[in-house]
T-cell receptor
Framework: GENVEQHPSTLSVQEGDSAVIKCTYS??????FPWYKQELGKRPQLIID?????GEKKDQRIAVTLNKTAKHFSLHITETQPEDSAVYFC??????????FGTGTRLKVLA | NAGVTQTPKFRVLKTGQSMTLLCAQD?????MYWYRQDPGMGLRLIHY???????AKGEVPDGYNVSRLKKQNFLLGLESAAPSQTSVYFC????????????FGPGTRLTVT
């Protein structure tokens, strides 16, 4: 069935270093790939997304890359800061109404 | 513009009790969703709705029912609560054109003892 695998489940980096989180999806019909950030006790919020006709997208320190052939996409955070500490979720959308989320990555940025 | 709101924020139930969680959105979104979030398991879709009067099952629908009588409201019901339904429940909505971004509510923390 449809699923999204996300790795790693936890990630610790030193402040200022880069962090990379990877996701693999199974349904080749997926055409939209968002990334959500969830701070402790808060709701998930969209931080960046990419559509299937684009290979890379950047927004300041955050970037997402997509390889449709290999069915994987990645989140890159550069110059990490303590406020980047949170749980990050990737998702794939086989249809406009259906999201399949990954299991999340807990990122800790060590000062 | 309140976005997506959920009531209640917290609830404790005894096994076998029933309750309804209310989700409301003021963005005129067509699609609405109910997810549950458990440690290490991400967000799992319970039920969703593509419009007023229409609902469908998601990934983990057993033990839950939903209704969408008004476009802005999506209700999640637990008829006979079980400890396995202890979780954080999130409602979300999205529009049908342009961005596919899902807007989430603040969540409801439910404990079933």
């Amino acid at each position: 069935g449809e699923n999204v695998e996300q790795h790693p489940s936890t990630l610790s980096v030193q402040e200022g270093d880069s962090a990379v989180i990877k996701c693999t999806y199974s349904d080749s019909a997926s055409n939209y790939f968002p990334w959500y950030k969830q701070e402790l006790g808060k709701r998930p919020q969209l931080i960046i997304d990419i559509r299937s006709n684009v290979g890379e997208k950047k927004d300041q320190r955050i970037a997402v890359t997509l390889n449709k052939t290999a069915k994987h996409f990645s989140l890159h955070i550069t110059e990490t800061q303590p406020e980047d500490s949170a749980v990050y979720f990737c998702a794939a959308t086989p249809g406009t109404y259906k999201y399949i989320f990954g299991t999340g990555t807990r990122l800790k940025v060590l000062a | 513009n309140a976005g997506v709101t959920q009531t209640p924020k917290f609830r404790v139930l005894k096994t076998g009790q029933s309750m309804t969680l209310l989700c409301a959105q003021d963005m005129n979104h067509e699609y609405m969703y109910w997810y549950r979030q458990d440690p290490g398991m991400g967000l799992r879709l319970i039920h969703y709705s593509v419009g007023e009067g229409t609902t469908a099952k998601g990934e983990v629908p057993d033990g839950y029912n939903v209704s969408r009588l008004k476009k802005q409201n999506f209700l999640l019901g637990l008829e006979s609560a079980a400890p396995s339904q202890t979780s954080v429940y999130f409602c979300a909505s999205t529009r049908t054109s342009g961005s596919y971004e899902q807007y989430f509510g603040p969540g409801t923390r439910l404990t079933v003892t």
